[in-house]
């Protein structure tokens, strides 16, 4: 039994503001210093376009160049528009429109001629033709350029050997064929040493050419968005440049230090500055769990008869048990039956007279992470410890099963089709004592995976009928949502739920377990 006494009676205020913690190492970070790689660190670029917005960063700071120490090439739009809630929810990201948008840099950003990389996320959203979204002009043609080819269906980067039309260029094309509206990061190294083009696609080196010769025009632009004659349509984000090859750890990262291809934490709940909730109607500012971490600003309400205390694993956490956490036999709430549960909301009025309103943390048609430390009650059946409440039933969820001598789930729902779900399962053993437990869902490979104490139990196929849907509900902790109404309430404590747009890798879920 969880001692409730420990809490003072007297709830607290706390200012929601951005800090780093040690799970912020998945976050975006300053730009890497210019100093020379090295075994202990990434290859730092040479220019980096964020290309998109999110708390702090503006739609100037987006076009900015976020490493003007080693060469300062801000970008100038022609005709590029806004999208909102592309990459992540709260968030905008450089739209083109496949006929006339584009950004262009100084020439001096990128020598063709010499090694160098480029590495991007990309998302294709119109595949009818051949189309580029990155390109150096040249005197004729471009020196460079990389995209998406009609004939073949594939990524594609070439590099010419002459000016002028006609004359040969180095191709690497890819092996697998892009999937359209999903982001995907790709990056192309030209070793001029070794005379190699590679092209790799996710961290993978899908294609790799020799024997390469090429070009620079001093003069010419470098273009996003465009080649010649071919436009991109889609978005672009994270842009960087490189006078360096890339290598293995650029990809995956190293402690301290994250790679390329490291998922945004969008949402993330330590109940450290939580406060126990009363009676919601009283003062709703109370019974809240502020994201003091990722700078989104999105909250869980929590429900009446949810507790905060401390736990064995040194911290704070939420307390889920359905009575009343008031221990005051004379207190009307005293042994009350509660439902307890928190769900996001984001705040849509100003900062000092917020306006809270319900609302997703994760964008449900991209590939995304959910992540938390819990345990719980098992004596009290199937309970679910996180979902994202779609149309009628949880989107997905995270929750305990009694089948089976119990077992961990992470469920991906299909739609409106129940039959359709796809889940993931591990032996859920000593559910009463503390364990990580992790989902993923990997759109571009379509399955799931479900980690526990870092240790995946392997992927799972998603359903053939599964395709990418945005949900409009909240992200619930302590409970699901069926066709039936709420259901699988949680009896147990919750820490440290965290919300990624992207996939964690085995490495990423380990790292953080052992952390």
């Known amino acids: 039994m969880i001692n409730k006494s420990s809490w003072s009676g007297t709830a607290r205020r706390f200012a929601l503001g951005l800090v780093l913690t040690g799970t912020t190492a998945l976050l975006p970070l300053t730009p890497a210093a210019a100093a020379a790689p090295d075994i202990d660190r990434l290859t730092p670029p040479s220019a980096r376009w964020l290309l998109q917005t999110f708390p702090g960063i503006d739609q100037a700071g987006a076009l900015a160049d976020s490493q003007p120490a080693i060469n ?286 319900d609302g997703p943390v994760l964008l449900t048609t991209q590939s995304f992470t959910i992540a938390t430390w819990v345990r719980l009650d098992p004596a009290h059946g199937a309970q679910t410890v996180v979902s994202q409440d779609g149309a009628g039933r949880s989107a997905f969820r995270v929750a305990y099963d009694p089948a089976d001598g119990g077992q961990w789930v992470f469920a991906v729902s299909a739609g409106t089709d129940d039959s359709a779900t796809t889940t993931a399962t591990a032996p859920a053993t000593g559910a009463d004592q503390w364990h990580y437990v992790v989902g993923v869902l990997d759109a571009t490979n379509r399955q799931t995976r479900l980690y526990v104490d870092g240790t995946s139990a392997g992927p799972v196929a998603l359903d053939a009928t599964w395709q990418p849907y945005q949900t409009s509900g909240a992200l619930l902790v302590g409970r699901a949502t069926t066709p039936a109404g709420p259901a699988e309430w949680l009896f147990g404590q919750v820490d440290e739920v965290d919300a990624y747009q992207g996939v964690l890798s085995d490495a990423d879920v380990q790292s953080l377990f052992t952390a």
Not at 125 to 153: E, I, Q
Not at 215 to 221: Q, R, V
């Open 72 to 357: 300062d090439t801000p970008l100038t739009g022609t005709n590029i528009s806004w999208e909102n809630d592309v990459r992540f929810l709260g968030g905008q990201a450089v739209a083109f429109n496949g006929t006339s948008s584009s950004l262009s840099a100084s020439p001096s950003a990128l020598n063709t001629a010499g090694t160098f990389s480029l590495a991007a996320w990309v998302r294709l959203t119109d595949t009818s033709v051949s189309r580029v979204f990155a390109s150096k002009a040249g005197a004729g043609r471009s020196t460079f350029s990389v995209g998406y080819d009609k004939a073949g269906n594939r990524w594609q980067v070439q590099l010419p050997a002459k000016f002028g039309k006609g004359n040969k260029a180095s191709i690497a094309r890819s092996a697998s064929a892009p999937k359209i509206g999903l982001w995907t990061h790709l990056a192309v190294v030209h070793d001029a040493g070794t005379q190699t083009l590679t092209l790799l696609v996710n961290g993978v080196a899908e294609a790799t050419v020799h024997n390469v010769t090429s070009i620079d025009d001093p003069a010419g632009e470098v273009r996003l968005g465009r080649g010649d004659t071919s436009w991109w349509k889609g978005n672009l984000a994270e842009v960087r440049l490189y006078d360096q090859p890339l290598v293995a750890r650029d990809f995956t990262g190293i402690p301290g230090e994250p790679g390329l291809l490291r998922p945004w934490l969008i949402g993330s709940w330590d109940f450290q500055a939580a406060s126990p909730c009363y009676e919601e109607d009283l003062d709703p500012t109370l019974c809240s769990a502020p994201d003091s971490t990722t700078g989104f600003g999105r909250r869980l309400a929590l429900t009446k008869g949810s507790y905060v205390d401390s736990s064995s694993r040194g911290s704070q956490a939420l307390v889920l048990d359905g009575t009343h956490w008031i221990d005051d036999p004379s207190d009307p709430h005293f042994g009350e039956a509660t439902q307890e549960y928190g769900r996001s909301q984001i705040n849509v009025g100003p900062w000092n007279n917020p306006v809270w309103q």
